[in-house]
């Protein structure tokens, strides 16, 4: 009874009888993982069911089981008459969790690496975590009004699409994809575009696409200009490039293009990012005039313009303004969109429309990011496309956005008359609300959220000149807005009375 194996077994093994799993289940994970450390080597007899039951002051059939669980896993094998011996399977390499009285601290995974590496401050994560039952966005959609019988019935169709698996195997494109030529079509038709499979670049996101153009397009130092409130992803995936950033003034047209002209203009622009429809955060839409200026010193300095249009889709009165690179004659223009907001977010696709020789550097990138791709996910929206599903959608859903949008208005008009001022802007799934009196956004979202109603940080736009929220209506639906717009009132009354 005095063996090296008794002797190990005494020291790794024990039965924490406090939770629910069963002893012989403990022992067994135990010992598997002494096998795997090498505490117990190929070949090592273990003690007999009578001995072991002895060592552990369990039944003998508890021991029984743990042997027979060891033997089903391939980690012992049980020889009549002659004994108990370990066996190491080539395959078994998962590590097993189990405390034991000696090695369980092994188990604890280094936080610290044991070599230098590079943190980047610009791509810090801002997610934020609440409890809160209600909760505003910066302008999502509602996932509850994505046709969810509908999407089963496209998916499972594009699965059983024979040629998927002829795209799968294919080494090399001699054509345009189905998808590809499809969304030429639809942009085409769309957004007043002339371009061919070759101009246009399909991923993932339009942050994927924003991100694979800063590597295209950023070195070292490069000056990027945004407008002085500008989309705080875009502006972290220019300064992860290396960019230098600098701000333009935005008023009730848009960036304000003079400002650039007078103090801006004699430094090395690299380019410059607009949002196409509506800016971001603040809802207001560049003018026709402030284009013209763009793209006139666009071709006359050299510079690039990155165009956003992110929420094309969702235009409530009059048609969306057609994106300035339809009127692109000098290449100066990277536009980048995304189709599909109407469906599940994993079916969303960015996509980016570029010169030629740009598009060609693009994919280089693409590939090495994500040369697989989706190929289910391009059958069903050339298909959605086809029939005419894409478009369907987005004007059923337009319907819906565009009464959520006059509600909130009237809750507002109702409860912040004399505390907000907004316009109406004539589409996108958010107000810009700015208090006419300015307060502490910051103290304001902490009442909020003791009154279950979360307001993340990122929609806050406070500064000396600035007191404002980016207000995301489209996934809330009239009942909730309401709910929502009563919690924000009481939180300031709360906040003005301390």
């Known amino acids: 009874m005095n063996s090296p194996v008794f002797d190990l077994l005494v020291k790794l093994v024990s039965i924490d009888k406090s939770i629910v799993q069963p002893a012989y289940v403990q022992v067994a994970q135990q010992i598997t993982n002494a096998i795997q450390r090498g505490y117990l080597e190929k070949g090592s007899k273990l003690p007999g069911t009578r001995g072991l039951s002895e060592l552990l002051n369990v039944h003998r059939n508890t021991a029984v089981a743990i042997y027979d669980e060891l033997a089903s896993q391939g980690w012992v094998n049980i020889i009549p008459n002659k004994g108990t011996f370990v066996v190491v399977p080539e395959d078994s390499k998962v590590k097993i969790k189990a405390p034991t009285q000696h090695i369980d601290q092994v188990y604890e995974y280094p936080k610290i690496p044991g070599f230098p590496f590079q943190q980047s401050f610009n791509l810090a994560s801002t997610k934020e975590e609440t409890t809160a039952k209600y909760s505003i966005s910066d302008g999502k959609p509602d996932l509850r009004l994505h046709p969810v019988h509908q999407f089963s019935r496209w998916y499972s169709a594009a699965m059983k699409r024979k040629p998927l698996i002829n795209k799968w195997n294919r080494t090399s494109a001699l054509v345009p994809s189905v998808f590809s030529t499809q969304l030429c079509n639809y942009l085409n038709a769309t ?107 666009a071709k006359t300095h050299g510079f690039a313009i990155i165009e956003d ?90 319907v819906t956005y565009k009464q959520r949008r006059d509600a909130l208005c009237a809750f507002l008009n109702e409860y912040f008359d004399n505390i907000l001022e907004w316009q109406i802007p004539s589409g996108g799934l958010a107000l810009w609300l700015r208090f006419k009196n300015p307060i502490s956004l910051v103290k304001l979202a902490k009442e909020a959220e003791k009154l279950d109603l979360f307001l993340p940080k990122t929609i806050l736009y406070q500064d000396k000149d600035t007191c404002a929220i980016r207000f995301g209506y489209g996934n809330l639906n009239e009942e909730e807005l309401k709910i929502v717009i009563e919690k924000l009132k009481q939180a300031y009354l709360l906040l003005v009375a301390a």
Do not use: W
């Open 309 to 398: 249009d992110f929420d094309h889709d969702f235009q409530f009165e009059g048609s969306s303004m057609l994106p300035m690179a339809s009127a692109d004659a000098n290449g100066n223009i990277i536009y980048l969109g995304k189709l599909g907001q109407s469906l599940f977010p994993s079916f969303h696709t960015g996509f980016v429309v570029a010169p030629e020789q740009v598009i060609t550097e693009a994919n280089n990138y693409l590939q090495l990011l994500d040369a697989q791709g989706d190929l289910i996910q391009e059958q069903m929206l050339s298909e959605l496309i086809s029939e005419g599903e894409i478009y369907r959608l987005k004007k059923k859903n337009i």
């Open 191 to 297: 957004r007043g575009f002339h371009i061919k499979p070759t101009n246009l670049l399909n991923t993932r996101s339009t942050e994927m696409s924003l991100y694979i153009v800063s590597q295209v397009l950023i070195n070292l130092g490069d000056l990027v200009l945004v407008g002085q409130l500008s989309n705080y992803l875009a502006n972290m995936i220019f300064q992860q490039a290396g960019a230098k950033i600098k701000t333009v003034p935005v008023d009730d047209e848009g960036l304000d293009i003079g400002y650039i002209k007078k103090h801006l203009i004699h430094e090395r622009i690299r380019c410059i990012y607009v949002c196409s429809n509506r800016d971001y955060p603040t809802t207001t839409t560049l003018s026709t005039k402030r284009r013209l200026q763009l793209l006139e010193l």
